[in-house]
Each structure stands twice: as C-alpha cells, then as structure tokens.
C-alpha cells in the first residue's frame, strides 16, 4: 500500500500576522504551478487572495493603532517581571541558607507550571498571571523571605493594566470597518483546505 500523503497545515496556532504570511507565501508557491495542472479554478484563487488581502488589511490597522503598540509594552513588562521573578527562584534554590532554599523550592514546585508563560498568547498569558497570584497567595511567607512581593504586587498592577487596554482595543476593533481576524482566519483555512484537495488528487493522478 502507498504511504498516505498529507498535505496541509493550516497554521492554527500562529498569530495573526504569522498566519497571514503563511497563506501568503502558500499562494505565492501555488500559483508557481500550472492551475491547469492542478485543475484549480480562477474563482477559487481568486477567493483565497481576498481573504489573505483581508487579513493583511486587518493585521495593518491593528498595528498602525496606539492601542496595540501601549498593549505590546504592557506584554513586554509583564514579560520582565516574569523572567525576573522565575529567575529569583531558580537561583535561589542554590542558597546555602537553609531557610530561603527552602522558599525557593516550595515555589519552584508552585510556579513551575507558570515558567515559560512567556511565550503564551496574550489572553492565555494574562489567565496564567491570574492563576500565578492564586498560587503566590497560598505561599506568602515564602514570597516575602525571597523577596518578591514587590515584584508580583507590580505583576498584577501590570496585568490589569494590559487587560484594560485589551478591552478598549476590543471596543475600537468594533468600531472598525473590517471584519474580525477570528472569522476570516477560518474562512482562509477552509479556502486552503480545498486548495490541498486538488493538490492532492494531482498528486495522486499524475502519470509522473
């Protein structure tokens, strides 16, 4: 039996300027080829650049917004005081005074989840930093033998910050003229999923 060939990865868990330039470059390889070879209609290609124009349009104007820009500072604290206060514990854990070893190992065993939140999503980063607090205020003690109440006080001050900023951004996206990444990105995936169909079926049927 043939070694089943699957075509196609959607990008579903890229960001939205990722996705964009994914498809983009996706088109870019696709219209390479003779579409007479792949028997891919104008209508279909021409249906898939719309929707990856579009999240281009929309990627633009979220970027070109202040909004967004005060939003990716806010991320780039937060960030900071993660790394800040992870690094604390790791290094802390080394001590050889028993009494802050210890904290630094009872919240290396609490925050060890939350490390590398980092590199989450925004919204999936501020529900870690909300799960984050619930931990440190079962260890308070431990907190304040290494130090990093301040550190966390300001964590949290910071993350009500972003997320204020996000729901102003959410009411400004609103008020756009564009549509929402959220229901165009599926509409591009499924234009593409048809796209890997013929593809696909070329592939199967070619004589070379």
Request: with cysteine; hydrophobic share 40%; aromatic share 6%.
């Amino acid at each position: 039996m043939e070694k089943k060939i699957k075509i196609g990865d959607y990008g579903a868990s890229f960001n939205n300027v990722l996705h964009m330039q994914y498809h983009r470059s996706l088109y870019t390889k696709v219209m390479g080829v003779d579409k007479q070879k792949l028997h891919i209609t104008d209508e279909m290609l021409k249906e898939w650049k719309q929707c990856i124009d579009l999240e281009e349009d929309i990627n633009r104007e979220v970027t070109a917004s202040p909004l967004s820009k005060r939003l990716n500072e806010k991320d780039r604290e937060r960030d900071m005081l993660l790394t800040n206060i992870f690094g604390v514990i790791r290094i802390q854990r080394l001590s050889p005074l028993p009494a802050i070893s210890s904290a630094a190992e009872t919240l290396h065993v609490a925050f060890k989840p939350y490390y590398g939140i980092q590199n989450n999503a925004f919204e999936a980063q501020s529900l870690h930093i909300a799960g984050l607090r619930v931990d440190a205020e079962k260890h308070p003690g431990e907190v304040s033998i290494l130090g990093l109440t301040p550190v966390l006080n300001e964590l949290y001050t910071v993350n009500d910050a972003f997320e204020k900023l996000r729901t102003d951004r959410r009411m400004e996206t609103a008020d756009s003229k564009l549509p929402n990444a959220r229901e165009i990105r599926p509409k591009t995936d499924e234009l593409f999923a048809r796209i890997c169909l013929y593809v696909l079926s070329a592939n199967l049927h070619a004589l070379t």
